[in-house]
């Protein structure tokens, strides 16, 4: 596990790191003998195939619709709305073997393939569902590949934010707002914010602080990030690792609104940690 973490800080520290590499990085906790530079193979051949089905002076619509009609139509990847909450959604390597996955790890492999063939695509962190961003001339496209690539219009973009937002602020907020670029670093956050909630709810302690031990990695100023993997500590036993990330917290939020509970905490396991001794 430490020499999986130090693989992954080192990643993180490019300045422009792979984030189909970090996505594969993350998903050898759960797939501990999977082969990155096979599934990165895998991404290669997809982009291949379609380059090859491109003139050469194709324009970015162009190689839009070609990667949409190849991914999508003939290779059957998609959403997987019976089973949205299935783990294995959120792993790259699994979206790849199974071809269905959610919103945010369909857009990482349409982005990783099309910037392959020169589009600069960017995610979009947008309320509820993430989505894809082209620049085109004249404006942009913006994509939803959990929806088989389909370009989202005004009225859809609207739509989604009616699902999360009033009515009235869905219907007159500028969408600009909503529609900015996600960092590298903002789109493994997501990832891992996915798994997170879902080992959570299914009560897989084991599972959480893995996920919990790279997300402090990718965010490393969230304190409450660094609180929940010190609860995640608590719950495995690990009463040392837990006391340290606790005082942390109460460190950079000692009026959260939770300090009080948090400082209960940390008492019992500072007696804890004195019968450990």
Not at 39 to 54: F, G, M, Q
């Amino acid at each position: 596990m430490e020499y999986r973490l130090d693989q992954f800080s080192a990643l993180l520290c490019r300045e422009n790191f792979s984030l189909a590499e970090a996505c594969l990085l993350i998903a050898q906790d759960a797939y501990p003998d999977l082969d990155v530079a096979h599934c990165l193979s895998r991404i290669d051949a997809l982009a291949a195939t379609v380059k090859r089905r491109l003139p050469s002076d194709a324009f970015a619509e162009q190689k839009v619709v070609v990667l949409n009609r190849y991914l999508f139509n003939e290779l059957g990847f998609s959403g997987n709305a019976h089973d949205y909450y299935d783990p294995r959604n959120s792993y790259l390597n699994q979206v790849l073997e199974r071809r269905i996955g959610v919103p945010i790890t369909l857009s990482i492999l349409y982005m990783e393939i099309g910037q392959r063939l020169g589009l600069r695509l960017q995610g979009v962190s947008f309320p509820g569902h993430f989505l894809v961003k082209l620049r085109v001339t004249g404006g942009q496209l913006v994509i939803d590949p959990f929806c088989g690539g389909e370009t989202q219009s005004e009225s859809d973009l609207r739509a989604r934010l009616a699902l999360v937002l009033p009515q009235r602020e869905a219907d007159t907020l500028p969408l600009p707002r909503f529609l900015q670029a996600a960092t590298s670093r903002q789109i493994l956050a997501r990832v891992l914010r996915n798994l997170k909630g879902i080992y959570l709810q299914s009560g897989k302690a084991q599972n959480t602080l893995e996920v919990m031990q790279r997300m402090v990695m990718v965010a490393p100023h969230a304190a409450e990030e660094v609180r929940d993997r010190g609860l995640a500590y608590y719950k495995l036993d690990c009463f040392r690792a837990a006391l340290a990330d606790l005082q942390d917290y109460l460190e950079r939020r000692p009026d959260a609104a939770d300090a009080d509970e948090i400082r209960d905490k940390a008492a019992v396991l500072r007696l804890l940690c004195s019968r450990l001794n």
